[in-house]
């Protein structure tokens, strides 16, 4: 469940909600001020990444899936090359690559595990209601979601989230709630990256 694929739906709506677009002549390029308002190309720019790599989903879903040595050493080589492609193909700076790279990887963990999570039975109205629950996180708690990976995960912050997330319908098997909580802080690493693309107005 990409954002590309989902409008930017996936958390934040309000913010998204009636974007003002500036009067436009023919000279003129629209106004982007929020994610919504990207061009079909802009969204295929920063998706390049995620593109790139999607084109050998087995090897990476793999890394995540499985996370042994070997999987995550080839889904390595998978994101330099793809990386390296995309700089090559749109001249990004070495900020912007980050920027893209962490939607791509962000997307490919939310996608991931959302095949697991259906494969272990969750349906749409359960999927709806975990994208509410990023907008419900305190700030404190939203960033620790985001810095997961990075550095240890806070207990505090994971007890919340995971009754968050049995309130939302996800069963507590730890199984199927370990992969809810990556599907929920991949969702949240996509959005908050591509909020930071449109800011810095890379495109």
């Given at each position: 469940?990409?954002?590309?694929?989902?409008?930017?739906?996936?958390?934040?709506?309000?913010?998204?909600?009636?974007?003002?677009?500036?009067?436009?002549?023919?000279?003129?390029?629209?106004?982007?001020?929020?994610?919504?308002?990207?061009?079909?190309?802009?969204?295929?720019?920063?998706?390049?990444?995620?593109?790139?790599?999607?084109?050998?989903?087995?090897?990476?879903?793999?890394?995540?899936?499985?996370?042994?040595?070997?999987?995550?050493?080839?889904?390595?080589?998978?994101?330099?090359?793809?990386?390296?492609?995309?700089?090559?193909?749109?001249?990004?700076?070495?900020?912007?690559?980050?920027?893209?790279?962490?939607?791509?990887?962000?997307?490919?963990?939310?996608?991931?595990?959302?095949?697991?999570?259906?494969?272990?039975?969750?349906?749409?109205?359960?999927?709806?209601?975990?994208?509410?629950?990023?907008?419900?996180?305190?700030?404190?708690?939203?960033?620790?979601?985001?810095?997961?990976?990075?550095?240890?995960?806070?207990?505090?912050?994971?007890e919340r989230v995971r009754k968050s997330l049995t309130d939302a319908g996800v069963p507590k098997d730890?199984?199927?709630?370990?992969?809810?909580?990556?599907?929920?802080?991949?969702?949240?690493?996509?959005?908050?990256?591509?909020?930071?693309?449109?800011?810095?107005?890379?495109?």
């Amino acid at each position: 469940m990409a954002l590309r694929n989902i409008a930017a739906a996936c958390l934040g709506l309000a913010l998204l909600a009636a974007p003002a677009m500036a009067q436009q002549t023919p000279q003129q390029a629209p106004v982007v001020k929020t994610p919504d308002d990207l061009s079909d190309a802009q969204m295929d720019e920063l998706y390049c990444i995620y593109d790139e790599m999607a084109k050998t989903p087995d090897a990476v879903a793999r890394s995540i899936i499985v996370g042994d040595e070997e999987s995550v050493a080839s889904a390595r080589v998978i994101h330099t090359v793809a990386r390296t492609t995309c700089v090559t193909k749109h001249k990004w700076s070495a900020e912007q690559a980050d920027v893209a790279a962490t939607v791509a990887v962000s997307a490919i963990l939310a996608d991931v595990t959302e095949d697991e999570l259906r494969k272990l039975g969750l349906q749409d109205k359960t999927f709806e209601a975990m994208m509410k629950i990023a907008d419900k996180l305190s700030a404190a708690d939203f960033e620790a979601m985001l810095s997961m990976g990075q550095k240890k995960a806070d207990e505090a912050t994971l007890e919340r989230v995971r009754k968050s997330l049995t309130d939302a319908g996800v069963p507590k098997d730890k199984n199927t709630m370990e992969a809810a909580v990556a599907f929920l802080q991949g969702s949240m690493a996509e959005y908050d990256a591509v909020l930071t693309w449109v800011d810095a107005k890379f495109y």
